[in-house]
């Protein structure tokens, strides 16, 4: 099973500035990998599909980068209502699985 | 509207059994391969299996394989999870969800429903 670690679990931010967050698999992935983002009391949403593919209605200020093992999620200038958990999952034959999820709080 | 509405969670013993359902709408359901994916409140996420379209390709993550059977209905536009052999492991929220095109992301999810499993 593919492990994906996310680092650090706790990022703190103030509005406008800009984030990145890491997502490391345990061996190659190519670019089979997705981010989302999760709100209290929502079910997750896809922001980016295929390691930089942002999905219908994503914000452009979401860019997701990276190949092999090592990936990043980029949020250009945050917006008050991006401070959620966010998680990276990785699609291998069926074998998926999710990192821990980093939470993006308000500094 | 595209909706997936999940039903069936509950609070059942160890060693018990439970049904999941999802019921779709707003998209033509036996066009896509469905999901079902689980989070420990408070904790990460845990992809449970999946099904395709025409049901001939079965998927199972290995803490559930053997107890779970994912199955579908495409006139009824469900999917389901019958779940046996609970463990207290088993408690989450339960989330119906749809895969991306042939790929294994998920593009649409539900609101979920919550299984306990305690004595």
């Known amino acids: 099973e593919i492990e994906l670690t996310q680092s650090p679990a706790t990022l703190s931010f103030s509005p406008g500035d800009r984030a990145t967050l890491s997502c490391r698999a345990s061996?190659?992935?190519?670019?089979?990998l997705a981010w989302y983002q999760q709100k209290p009391g929502q079910a997750p949403r896809l922001l980016i599909s295929?390691?930089?593919n942002r999905a219908t209605a994503v914000p452009a200020r979401f860019s997701g980068s990276g190949s092999g093992t090592d990936f990043t999620l980029t949020i250009s200038t945050l917006e008050p209502e991006d401070f959620a958990v966010y998680y990276c999952?990785?699609?291998?034959?069926?074998?998926?699985?999710f990192g821990q999820g980093t939470r993006l709080e308000i500094k | 509207e595209v909706q997936l509405l999940e039903s069936g969670g509950g609070l059942v013993q160890p060693g018990g059994s439970l049904r999941l359902s999802c019921a779709v709408s707003?998209?033509?359901?036996?066009?896509?391969?469905m999901s079902w994916v689980r989070q420990v409140p408070g904790k990460g996420l845990e992809w449970v299996s999946a099904?395709?379209?025409?049901?001939?390709?079965?998927y199972y993550g290995d803490s559930v394989k053997g107890r779970f059977t994912i199955s579908r209905d495409n006139f009824r536009k469900s999917l389901y999870l019958q779940m046996n052999g609970l463990r207290v492991e088993d408690t989450a929220i339960y989330y119906c969800?749809?895969?991306?095109?042939?790929?294994?992301?998920?593009?649409?999810w539900g609101r979920g429903t919550l299984v306990t499993v305690s004595s």
């Open positions: 099904i395709s379209g025409s049901a001939g390709r079965i």
């Open positions: 999952q990785q699609r291998t034959n069926w074998s998926i699985t």
């Open positions: 061996q190659s992935i190519s670019t089979y």
């Open positions: 295929d390691a930089s």
């Open positions: 707003g998209f033509t359901f036996s066009n896509f391969i």
């Open positions: 969800a749809r895969v991306s095109g042939k790929e294994g992301y998920f593009d649409l």
